[in-house]
């Protein structure tokens, strides 16, 4: 009986070796892993979108007025009859 008690015991903690270090370990590795990559991916996003609020915000903005010389002062010519007095 002891005989068996053993076998069963050792057969136990196999199976609970096994289980632990073929299956939670690794499905825990991948889920971090996965969570990293998606925490990343999230923040790459944000990143994105908050450059393309900057430009859009930039694109939005009046253009300052374009001066395409000198200013001249404008004056009303008149006519050489009305000089002379005619």
Known sequence: MKLL???LEILFFYLLYKLIFEFIIPVYRSTKR???????????MEDQLRR???QDAAAQQPAPP???????DFEEVKGGAEKQGV
């Open 66 to 72: 374009q001066v395409d010389g000198e200013y001249i």
């Open 34 to 44: 996965v969570r990293n990559h998606m925490q990343e991916m999230q923040q790459r």
């Open 52 to 54: 393309q609020r900057q």
């Open 5 to 7: 008690e053993l076998a």
